[in-house]
């Protein structure tokens, strides 16, 4: 199942720090972000021609070919993604200004602003996790000691949903011998 719409949000903690990461996923998330990157030397890169999982280093312009920021831009395409749609990570400069103008920026060029947990959403609905790592991933962001964390690891990596599954298989195989019976 997948969108067809894109989404964004800023993916970093919304403190000021060195770096922030504004995530584009869906459809034309490689397209949108294309429209405005230029290389260090300022010419136009077409990232659609670019390989999956690959880094590129310039800058976002705006519509008035404006430097935002010097920017390094990190693609992943489906369905070796997140969301196992087409993926860009753009890292900025630290700072909620900068990352709010980008995200502005982006939103001008076609995407929408992501709901809270939407990537996650999307990751479930496309399935690359089940619901059980789908809710791993919010204990993880929600831990509060290295109990809690390596929990919610193994939970995020699977192995309640493994467990599950055995059960599953287990119960399945006595009710056909019972019935056989």
Same mark, same amino acid.
């Given at each position: 199942?997948? *969108?067809?719409?894109?989404?964004?949000?800023?993916?970093?903690?919304?403190?000021?720090? =060195?770096?922030?990461?504004? @995530?584009?996923?869906?459809?034309?998330?490689?397209?949108?972000?294309? !429209?405005?990157?230029?290389?260090? =030397?300022?010419?136009?890169?077409? /990232?659609?021609?670019? +390989?999956? $999982?690959?880094? $590129?280093?310039? *800058?976002?312009?705006? =519509?008035?070919?404006?430097?935002?920021?010097?920017?390094?831009? #990190? /693609?992943?395409? &489906?369905?070796?993604? *997140?969301?196992?749609?087409?993926?860009?990570?753009?890292?900025?400069?630290?700072?909620? %200004?900068?990352?709010?103008?980008? /995200?502005? $920026? %982006?939103?001008?060029?076609?995407?929408?602003?992501? +709901?809270?947990?939407?990537?996650?959403? @999307? &990751?479930?609905?496309?399935?690359?996790?089940? #619901?059980? +790592?789908?809710?791993?991933?919010?204990?993880?962001?929600?831990?509060? !000691?290295?109990?809690? #964390?390596?929990?919610?690891?193994? +939970? /995020?990596?699977?192995?309640?949903?493994?467990?599950?599954?055995?059960?599953?298989?287990?119960?399945? *195989?006595?009710?056909?011998?019972?019935?056989?019976?």
């Amino acid at each position: 199942m997948f *969108y067809e719409d894109t989404i964004a949000a800023i993916a970093t903690s919304s403190k000021d720090g =060195s770096i922030s990461i504004i @995530r584009i996923s869906g459809p034309e998330a490689v397209n949108i972000v294309s !429209n405005s990157f230029v290389g260090k =030397s300022g010419k136009k890169i077409d /990232l659609t021609q670019k +390989q999956s $999982h690959t880094i $590129h280093f310039g *800058y976002i312009k705006d =519509s008035n070919g404006e430097v935002i920021d010097e920017v390094i831009v #990190l /693609l992943m395409m &489906a369905p070796k993604s *997140y969301t196992m749609e087409d993926v860009v990570e753009v890292q900025c400069h630290g700072g909620s %200004f900068v990352c709010q103008i980008l /995200l502005e $920026h %982006f939103v001008k060029e076609g995407v929408r602003i992501a +709901q809270p947990g939407e990537f996650t959403k @999307r &990751a479930f609905l496309n399935g690359r996790m089940d #619901l059980s +790592q789908a809710e791993a991933v919010m204990d993880v962001i929600n831990a509060k !000691n290295e109990f809690a #964390l390596s929990s919610s690891i193994e +939970q /995020l990596n699977g192995r309640v949903s493994e467990k599950i599954k055995s059960l599953r298989e287990k119960i399945i *195989y006595n009710i056909a011998f019972i019935e056989s019976a």
